[in-house]
């Protein structure tokens, strides 16, 4: 009934760059909060990085200053874009999106299948 499309994945270089894109689609009355979680091989799943429908943005401390989120809320759409990528950021990339069915202030978590992000020389 809930939809998580994601997009953008691949391999770069280290010092390179990719965008990320996250659609939410089906029965969506509201979106409190879109974002993006990895795990790398051997790691636990960690958040990235997650923004609010109202635009509150949270991030890890290891990607601070080189990934920005952003939200296209018309179209229930979450973007990463990734800079100065390093080998550590190698991990499949998972979008997430916090979802009202209703006007009942119930919300629930829907996840994507992951993209694979690899940096590597």
């Known amino acids: 009934q809930v939809q998580v499309a994601e997009s953008g994945g691949g391999l770069v270089q280290p010092g390179g760059s990719l965008r990320l894109s996250c659609a939410a689609s089906?029965?969506?009355?509201?979106?409190?909060?879109m974002g993006w979680y990895r795990q790398a091989p051997g790691k636990q799943r960690e958040l990235a990085a997650r923004?609010?429908?109202?635009?509150?943005?949270k991030y890890a401390d290891s990607v601070k200053g080189r990934f920005t989120i952003s939200r296209e809320n018309a179209k229930n759409t979450v973007y990463l874009q990734m800079n100065s990528l390093k080998p550590e950021d190698t991990a499949v990339y998972y979008c997430?999106?916090?979802?009202?069915?209703?006007?009942?202030?119930?919300?629930?978590?829907?996840w994507g299948q992951g993209t694979q992000v690899t940096v590597s020389s």
């Open positions: 089906g029965s969506i009355f509201s979106i409190a909060a």
């Open positions: 997430n999106t916090e979802v009202a069915k209703d006007s009942s202030g119930v919300f629930y978590s829907y």
């Open positions: 923004i609010t429908s109202g635009g509150s943005t």
